[in-house]
């Protein structure tokens, strides 16, 4: 039996050319893309202005289902919640909702499993399995708006797995999400996460997209970040802050820099010097992660007062940093440890 395609991996442009297709009015594409992308429903039977016979044909040729929540969990406090999903082809992907004065954020995955190979990182554990679409991608949103009944302002790629390595189907998400044919979340609200894929930070910068480029250094110099990121040895810093400056350039949108505390590796005063003399004269921030330690990894999290201190000394060289506020750490939230812990 051929395998149904997804209804929404389609943006209302395409659903319009689809009912023509069908021997429908176009018009009918744009009633469909609301209920598929704004209402955000999960069954053709919630869908009350087409005909059972367009269904029933819709039906024949795409699925319309929500991911399968298989577990969620809430922290103490209220303000985080995670979900493990299943996807039709019973693969694991954990989002992340979290709760802010400013509105809520969910974390979403963009890959089943990773092929980078951090070695503190739990989603890379046991390698890619696949990528996700963007329907997929869509999907984390939608359940969990259904789910926790409250909308979403915010979108961060930094759940499973490597948004640039599934380059043109995160692209596809970003534009669908922020559409205002879908649920019109600002681009500026969106931030993709990359271990800094150089040759893809450069398609991406031409894309015209409003979003926050967050990069994964986790380290000063090459000698240090290939410790710890295999991807290191294909891309240089250098070529990585070269492809940051084009970027900036071009999209004027202030550079994210992600950097895990590592006791011991890379959480040295002299460390924070180095880097800071690195970021000097580009748009950018520094965001210290306090490492989540995983079962499985020997990697432990820096004393509190290094990063402190790491952080004073990128201050007094000029540089904006900030301390990333943890939550969620009692319910695993925290770089694929849910899934993890529920397939082992
Ligand atoms: N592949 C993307 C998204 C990964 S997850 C990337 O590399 O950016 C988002 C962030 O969490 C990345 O900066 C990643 O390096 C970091 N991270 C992964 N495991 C972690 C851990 N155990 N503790 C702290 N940060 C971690």
Aim: glycine content about 6%; overall charge neutral.
């Amino acid at each position: 039996m051929m395998e149904k395609e997804d209804l929404r991996e389609l943006t209302e442009e395409e659903m319009c050319k689809l009912m023509e297709e069908m021997g429908e009015k176009p018009f009918r594409g744009k009633q469909l893309c609301q209920w598929v992308h704004q209402k955000c429903v999960s069954q053709y039977e919630e869908i009350t202005n087409l005909s059972q016979s367009l269904k029933d044909r819709l039906e024949e040729r795409f699925r319309l289902e929500n991911l399968d929540c298989v577990k969620v969990q809430t922290s103490v406090q209220g303000d985080t919640k995670k979900f493990l999903f299943e996807t039709f082809d019973h693969n694991h992907v954990e989002s992340v909702w979290m709760r802010y004065h400013h509105g809520n954020s969910v974390c979403i995955s963009s890959q089943v499993g990773c092929r980078m190979g951090c070695t503190f990182c739990a989603s890379t554990l046991y390698g890619l399995t696949r990528s996700l679409t963007a329907a997929e991608m869509l999907a984390q949103v939608y359940d969990i708006q259904r789910l926790t009944g409250e909308r979403v302002s915010n979108i961060i790629l930094m759940g499973m797995g490597e948004p640039l390595d599934n380059y043109n189907e995160v692209i596809r998400f970003i534009r669908m999400v922020s559409s205002s044919k879908g649920l019109n979340i600002s681009q500026r609200n969106i931030t993709v996460s990359t271990c800094g894929l150089v040759d893809k930070i450069y398609d991406l910068a031409e894309e015209g997209l409003q979003i926050t480029l967050a990069i994964s250094l986790h380290a000063p110099n090459d000698e240090i970040r290939r410790k710890t990121m295999p991807i290191a040895n294909r891309f240089s810093m250098e070529e990585i802050f070269e492809a940051c400056h084009g970027y900036v350039q071009k999209t004027k949108r202030r550079i994210s820099f992600e950097y895990s505390m590592i006791a011991g590796v890379n959480d040295g005063k002299e460390m924070a010097v180095e880097l800071a003399r690195r970021c000097k004269g580009l748009l950018c921030h520094v965001n210290l992660i306090p490492l989540n330690e995983v079962k499985e990894r020997t990697t432990k999290r820096s004393k509190e007062e290094n990063i402190k201190d790491f952080k004073l000394t990128l201050e007094k060289n000029g540089i904006n940093v900030t301390i990333r506020r943890e939550m969620g750490k009692d319910i695993d939230a925290a770089c694929g440890q849910l899934r993890n812990r529920y397939e082992a």
